[in-house]
């Protein structure tokens, strides 16, 4: 099934977040075009990243960087696994002088590689001290100081980082990035238009073979996928907060008309857009009800 993403709109007024919970579902299977961190304060949890299978542990920590997608399954852990988020654009490390740069797997923190997922475990307290820091931090509120988070949460990768990043690694990975980061950029602004391949490649200075297999190898999605998903959010959008009929909506994110609109939510969703549209309104109508964030959980970030 198609990772769907979700927007962190709250980053477009703060630079940073960091939130705990407790861990008591199995995730849908989705991305996120914001950074996040995924450690384990209590129990454990399966985490699988990119199609691969990991299994947390209290002191772990997943390293989500924009384009992976990710479940998140506690139903194996015998207690509630507590997990705490640390949200942020990468642009929140770099502008504090930290050399920061990722999409998908490829990724760079002061010239070293980061991980998908470290335990932690030869480090003792101080990765589970670092973390309680960031949640007191981040819970000041107007004493919050941006200069303290983005130090601890560097501190963070800088424990986990080991393995340093060649300086061939380094020039090929710039390379590559900035030309599919010019592609995302367009594909983001134009979703609602008709794109080509061809003018995809144009924009991000690479032959056909090139891009697709860079932008795969980045984003762990083909073009075609990842404009289906940004298609399908704004769609789950404009449908749950606009009194917009089923056409405009498709036609306004670029899906066609309401069959099409209609094929993409069955294959992709496993309902039709009537009944996400019924869903939502239950649940506003309803506070008791299940809410739209726990069915269609890629809708919101916690």
């Not at 198609?2 to 995730?27: E, G, K, M």
């Not at 601890?152 to 424990?159: D, I, K, N």
């Amino acid at each position: 099934m198609l990772p769907l993403f979700n927007n962190t709109t709250y980053l477009d007024r703060i630079p940073i977040r960091v939130s705990t919970q407790a861990v008591r579902h199995t995730d849908y299977f989705h991305f996120h075009r914001r950074i996040q961190l995924c450690f384990v304060l209590s129990g454990k949890l399966k985490h699988t990243i990119c199609g691969k299978e990991y299994i947390q542990q209290a002191g772990s920590c997943a390293f989500l960087l924009p384009y992976m997608p990710h479940i998140i399954d506690s139903s194996e852990s015998d207690d509630t696994p507590i997990i705490a988020h640390i949200w942020f654009h990468e642009d929140f490390l770099k502008d504090r002088g930290y050399i920061f740069s990722s999409y998908g797997e490829w990724a760079n923190f002061n010239g070293y590689k980061i991980p998908v997922v470290s335990d932690f475990s030869d480090h003792g307290d101080t990765p589970i001290q670092v973390m309680h820091e960031l949640i007191n931090e981040f819970a000041q509120e107007k004493k919050l100081s941006f200069k303290k988070m983005a130090h601890l949460t560097a501190e963070l990768f800088s424990l986990a980082c080991t393995e340093p990043i060649t300086s061939k690694e380094d020039a090929l990975f710039k390379k590559q990035l900035d030309g599919i980061d010019s592609a995302i950029n367009y594909m983001e602004e134009h979703f609602s238009e008709k794109l080509s391949l061809d003018d995809l490649c144009k924009i991000a200075g690479m032959s056909r073979r090139s891009f697709t297999s860079h932008f795969k190898r980045i984003t762990n999605l083909t073009p075609l996928q990842y404009i289906l998903s940004i298609r399908l959010q704004t769609a789950f959008k404009l449908i749950a907060e606009t009194d917009m009929l089923f056409d405009e909506v498709a036609h306004s994110t670029g899906l066609g008309n309401h069959s099409n609109l209609a094929r993409v939510f069955i294959k992709n969703l496993g309902v039709t857009p009537s009944r996400f549209a019924e869903d939502y309104i239950r649940n506003t109508s309803h506070s008791h009800t299940f809410s739209t964030e726990s069915r269609y959980r890629w809708l919101t970030e916690l």
